[in-house]
């Protein structure tokens, strides 16, 4: 064993046997792994069963990265597991996984590491604080996480089955491992195979349709599936990609899920807060009119394609997202070099307004739009605090400490992205999530600050 421990304690108002199970789960590594870290898994065997290993790869320099080797082993002190690094950055390394029962309805979960480092005393004499603090800001990450999940789902009170389309994308990937981990039963939908290893639907190809018995039983379906409208820039091409992955498929799919002979309680379908266009500093909400650009054009007929399944007599609801922020991909991924070397700046004149929402509020608001039989139609998902451009910009640089001195012109990130700067740039719209909190939805991260701090462990 090492010569250094560290240990991290959280309560959870939940039984023993469910916080233990959630960590056993599917998904458990993919909702714990700090989104700022980079790391990912290479391979696995198994989940947490004594004689199991997971390899990770853990970014070390730019595109290199070393491989993290660990074995599940049985723990003799009681609910839980432990892992022993068997390859690895440091000299040695175990991980007990622990859960300690406070009566039915509560338990604290614990996360005890005895840890050696490599190269001796001088090893630790040049590493140890800043390992140290690591170990503290990831814990603290993910025991917020593991214990925000387990109330959401403690909250539902009931386990589903739910099929998810998408889900080898961002928000996607994070669902599949929000939902597996609850419990509940998740089969992608997808071109690629299953990313948690679980049952799977293959998405048809264009000139194909869907199988509708492969679609019976399920409670819910969340349509998260099309083409990214930030990659690459927009030419009448890639825009025809773009309404025609969201349009024609999720017509595709709604009409799949009517024809089935049980269909799906719910449907929620994504959709964008693209659908108000740029409207200044107008307060919108799902009452709100339509806008007139492209991407309001997409988002009009996106969620009208989702018409078959209500006609079905199936509960749609219709996402309308705002910009989702992550450390881990996204918007918020994309600057975060620059900001880290003080480059980052106002975009325009940064009175521009963005409606945003942390990814781990978005996957909670998916299961609220589950679970609430009252929600159907538009919803925002957005926070209740949209911030304009320049108090963005400021928020972020305190956040990371850093300057944020260099503007990004209008004119020169035209030049840039061409159309694209003036829709996800430039573009104004003050958002409200009016039918969230009519329906009671608790944001974890309400204020920009916060969804920060969170997703980037300061």
Known sequence: ????????????????????????????????????????????????????????????????????????????????????????????????????????????????????????????????????????????YRHRTQVADLKDHTRLGKRLRVAVTGASGLVGTALSAYLSTGGHDVVEISRSGPRLGGAHIKWPAPDEQFNAEELEGFDAVVHLAGESIAEGRWNAGKKKRILDSRVGGTEKLARA?????????????????????????????EQSAAGHDFLAGVCRQWEAATTPAADAGVRVVN??????????????????????????????????????????????????????????????????????????????????????????????????????ADALLLSSTRVEPNRLKDTGYEFRHADVETALRHTLGR
């Open 1 to 140: 064993m090492g010569d250094l421990t560290f240990e991290k304690r959280s309560t959870v108002n939940c039984a023993a046997g469910e916080a233990l199970a959630w960590l056993q789960r599917p998904g458990a590594f993919e909702r714990l792994v700090a989104p700022w870290s980079g790391v990912r898994v290479a391979s696995r065997t198994g989940l947490t069963e004594p004689g199991s290993r997971v390899e990770l790869r853990v970014p070390v320099l730019g595109s290199l990265a070393m491989s993290w080797v660990a074995e599940h082993r049985a723990y003799e002190g009681g609910p839980g597991f432990k892992d022993v690094q068997t390859k690895g950055p440091f000299r040695s390394w175990e991980h007990v996984h622990g859960v300690e029962e406070q009566g039915t309805s509560a338990c604290t979960i614990v996360d005890h590491i005895e840890y050696g480092l490599p190269f001796g005393p001088l090893g630790r004499a040049l590493m140890a604080n800043r390992v140290r603090k690591d170990l503290e800001r990831t814990f603290a």
């Open 257 to 285: 899920l009517a024809a089935t002979k049980k269909p799906p309680t719910v449907f929620v379908a994504a959709s964008a807060i693209g659908f108000y266009g740029g409207r200044g500093d107008e307060c919108l909400d």
């Open 319 to 420: 996402l309308r997202i705002g910009v989702v922020l992550t450390a881990a991909g996204g918007a918020l991924a994309k600057v975060l070099l620059p900001f880290s070397l003080g480059a980052g700046g106002v975009v325009g004149n940064g009175l521009q307004f963005m409606s945003w929402v942390s990814l781990d509020d978005l996957l909670g608001i998916v299961l609220h739009a589950i679970g609430q039989d009252s929600l159907r139609g538009p919803v925002n998902a957005v926070s209740p605090s949209p911030v304009t451009n320049r108090e963005y910009t400021r928020t972020l640089g305190s956040v990371m400490s850093r300057p944020t001195i260099l503007p990004l012109p209008a004119f020169a990130a035209r030049v840039a992205l061409g159309e694209m």
